[in-house]
């Protein structure tokens, strides 16, 4: 983090469940250093907390409600939610945080602490680092988490079921158009999204069949989920004709991918276009404007371009697309991955239940299977290397990475794009290429890998 922060990344503190910062005083150190930030904004402050299905997830999410109500925040729990689902109760039910654990799309055993302030929106960067700050004092103070202090909020807060009840009546709420007409195949990850898709989609009548609903603790993403969309493309394709389109959580449910009829995956590249065309034709869409980021497709753009929609680029990581969507008051912005974030309604961060929602929607409403509402979007070819790293130091700062860089950009002469960046959440370097020929990127992305992995490799 160039400010600064040690334990935040792009989406809260991420890690290994029971390794630093997630061993149970830590946690709990991070639950009182948060209630501490939340009292410094309101007094008598009250939070809400949710979790996915990872096994850690639940003693985590009692070690910070513990450290929450050790300096006396009321805690309140939502049990098993979805990210954009506390992120919703966060901002509608007067709590002053909503906290989510949760590790998204990683494997079963990291896990992670993500807040979100009373307004929905995730903590500013500043926040974030004064709340470092404490946690870093109380760990070097003896007695700062003692046992008798963890014992406070009692094993496992019950999830109040009114509350998720709530979110999933709002996102039905949100619908126009009569989905029950679709027939879908939905994937669940075995994670977050068992806990609300079944009864969200049973309550607007959609003919839908699951997949992945039986989180057993640890295959939460196991070979499933939006991290695997072929899997989902492959059981719709093979149902002939049986499924209108087939849509894939990742473990947290913060955003979906999809399939069309035949199985081919819709990224959120597609999404953008199908929505933002959408939103344009009803003049809903700010300053006739998308904002994506840099791993977005040069197709996207070119697309876009063909419907007077102009694109915007940010950095990658739903947190910097929302803050270029509010710097330009963009309604409409998103990343490849599938975080969609919709700024029609009072959506505040990326939400897969609500993406899903509206892409059926404009199905409905246009009378278009997925397949033509994304036909002209032609994608050049774009090839992604991790490269695992030993330290993320700036590039620019190391001449080999930056002058294979500059050579590589050189030799696509503008017809194609070349993004090397770092992982927010891993110790990963990442090497994107697209260009016109598929010979050209797997030269070109080989390498800039090489020289990163001879120069940075772990």
């Keep these: 983090m160039g400010d600064g922060r040690k334990l935040f990344g792009?989406?809260?503190?991420?890690?290994?469940?029971?390794?630093?910062?997630?061993?149970?005083?830590?946690?709990?150190?991070?639950?009182?250093?948060?209630?501490?930030?939340?009292?410094?904004?309101?007094p008598n402050a009250q939070a809400v907390v949710g979790q996915d299905t990872r096994e850690s997830s639940g003693w985590i999410a009692d070690r910070v409600a513990a450290g929450?109500?050790?300096?006396?925040?009321?805690?309140?729990?939502?049990?098993?939610?979805?990210?954009?689902?506390?992120?919703?109760?966060?901002?509608?039910?007067?709590?002053a945080a909503g906290v989510v654990i949760s590790a998204s799309h990683n494997p079963w055993t990291d896990n992670g602490i993500k807040?979100?302030?009373?307004?929905?929106?995730?903590?500013?960067?500043?926040?974030?680092?004064?709340?470092?700050?404490?946690?870093?004092?109380?760990?070097?103070?003896?007695?700062?988490?003692?046992?008798?202090?963890?014992?406070?909020?009692?094993?496992?807060?019950?999830?109040?079921?009114?509350?998720?009840?709530?979110?999933?009546?709002?996102?039905?709420?949100?619908?126009?158009?009569?989905?029950?007409?679709l027939r879908v195949l939905v994937d669940c990850a075995n994670g977050a999204a068992t806990a609300e898709a079944p009864e969200?989609?049973?309550?607007?009548?959609?003919?839908?069949?699951?997949?992945?609903?039986?989180?057993?603790?640890?295959?939460?993403?196991?070979?499933?989920?939006?991290?695997?969309?072929?899997?989902?493309?492959?059981?719709?394709?093979?149902?002939?004709?049986?499924?209108?389109?087939?849509?894939?959580?990742?473990?947290?449910?913060?955003?979906?991918l999809f399939c069309d009829q035949a199985g081919r995956v819709v990224n959120g590249d597609g999404v953008l276009l199908l929505t933002a065309r959408d939103l344009a034709a009803r003049g809903k869409l700010a300053g006739n404007t998308v904002v994506a980021t840099t791993?977005?497709?040069?197709?996207?753009?070119?697309?876009?371009?063909?419907?007077?929609?102009?694109?915007?680029?940010?950095?990658?990581?739903?947190?910097?697309?929302?803050?270029?969507?509010?710097?330009?008051?963009?309604?409409?912005?998103?990343?490849?991955?599938?975080?969609?974030?919709?700024?029609?309604?009072?959506a505040t961060t990326g939400d897969g239940l609500l993406t899903a929602l509206r892409v059926m929607d404009v199905m409905v409403r246009s009378g278009k299977p997925l397949a033509e509402l994304v036909s002209d979007l032609k994608v050049f070819p774009q090839k992604i290397q991790n490269i695992r790293v030993r330290e993320k130091i700036p590039f620019t700062q190391v001449p080999p990475v930056q002058a294979a860089i500059v050579a590589a950009e050189r030799e696509l002469d503008g017809n194609g794009r070349i993004v090397v960046r770092y992982s927010g959440t891993e110790a990963l370097a990442r090497v994107m290429v697209e260009a016109e020929s598929e010979e050209k990127m797997r030269e070109l992305t080989a390498g800039i890998a090489k020289v990163i992995e001879s120069e940075l490799g772990a």
Excluded: W
């Design 115 to 181: 807040v979100f302030s009373g307004d929905g929106f995730k903590l500013s960067d500043a926040r974030e680092l004064a709340i470092e700050k404490e946690i870093f004092a109380l760990l070097g103070r003896p007695g700062a988490a003692d046992d008798t202090a963890l014992k406070v909020a009692g094993p496992g807060l019950p999830g109040d079921a009114a509350l998720r009840r709530a979110y999933i009546e709002s996102l039905a709420a949100s619908v126009s158009a009569d989905l029950s007409q």
């Design 200 to 256: 969200l989609f049973r309550s607007l009548g959609i003919a839908a069949t699951f997949v992945n609903v039986t989180p057993d603790g640890r295959n939460i993403n196991d070979g499933c989920g939006a991290l695997h969309p072929e899997t989902l493309g492959k059981a719709v394709a093979t149902a002939a004709g049986k499924f209108d389109l087939g849509v894939t959580f990742d473990g947290d449910a913060d955003r979906a």
């Design 295 to 346: 791993m977005s497709n040069m197709g996207l753009e070119i697309a876009l371009q063909k419907s007077g929609i102009g694109m915007l680029r940010a950095n990658v990581g739903d947190k910097y697309v929302l803050e270029e969507m509010l710097k330009k008051g963009a309604t409409l912005g998103g990343e490849q991955s599938g975080h969609i974030i919709f700024r029609d309604g009072d």
């Design 10 to 42: 792009t989406d809260g503190i991420r890690g290994v469940a029971g390794e630093f910062p997630l061993t149970k005083e830590s946690t709990y150190l991070i639950g009182r250093a948060l209630g501490h930030d939340l009292l410094r904004q309101k």
């Design 68 to 95: 929450l109500a050790a300096v006396g925040i009321t805690v309140q729990s939502a049990g098993v939610i979805t990210t954009p689902g506390v992120a919703y109760l966060a901002r509608t039910r007067g709590f």
